[in-house]
């Protein structure tokens, strides 16, 4: 039997406060603003489109990877939203 040792993480990507936010907001129906993405409401879809629209230096290393997961959306779909964002 092979025994691997437990290993504490260190560091934290993001604050906790994001979190308690985004499990604390009600969904609601699909928006125009993410017509492709009928499972999110408009403030999931603001929050996701506006996370790219961070400056790189100011954003927490990993909340692209962690909001995509959380929301089940592709990272590829969050930049497009922060670019459909960004040009209204």
Request: charged share 15%.
């Amino acid at each position: 039997m092979i025994v691997y040792p437990t290993v504490e993480p260190t560091t934290a990507l993001w604050p906790e406060p994001l979190e308690v936010v985004f499990q604390s907001l009600p969904s609601r129906p699909g928006t125009v603003l993410a017509p492709k993405l009928p499972h999110l409401s408009i403030w999931e879809a603001l929050v996701l489109g506006a996370l790219p629209l961070i400056p790189r230096e100011s954003r927490p290393h990993g909340i692209i990877t962690w909001a995509s997961e959380m929301f089940g959306v592709s990272r590829t779909s969050i930049y497009a939203l922060g670019k459909r964002i960004e040009s209204r």
